[in-house]
């Protein structure tokens, strides 16, 4: 599972990342930053009973905590990324066709601009995103407004 996916014959690769860190069992070398929006993603799809501008933070840090990755002020759980690309998502979903299967959205995803690592970049100076206080709580952008209607998600 380490290598990069970009094509589902399944939803069955999705849900293992999903499952995993809910279940806290998640190899740790799988957990890469298109794991974040892979389970994240599945997480809206099979789980609209969560609230994940709520609970998202919780089970993230849980499944730091349970693979061995501190939550501190310099690595870990990051609250500004984490609820920013909760926002990536959901606008990025909003886009699609409603009945659309999740496999088809992780392609979709993958080959986006929004699965980008340092798409955050573009609406926070470094300094300021990797900040403490950006990691403990929401900041806000100081570089752009954000604008994700203007990134194109790929046909599909």
Known sequence: MNAPLTEFASDAPIRHIGEGLLARSLPKAEWTH?????????LMQEHPELELRRDLPGIIWRYNEASGTRNTDTGGYHETITQFYLLVLASFRARLPAALPLTRQAERLLASPFAKHDLPLDYWRRETLFSVEARRVWVAPDKAPFDFERIEIPPG
């Not at 298109?34 to 599945?42: D, R």
């Open 34 to 42: 298109q794991a974040h929006l892979l389970a994240t993603l599945w």
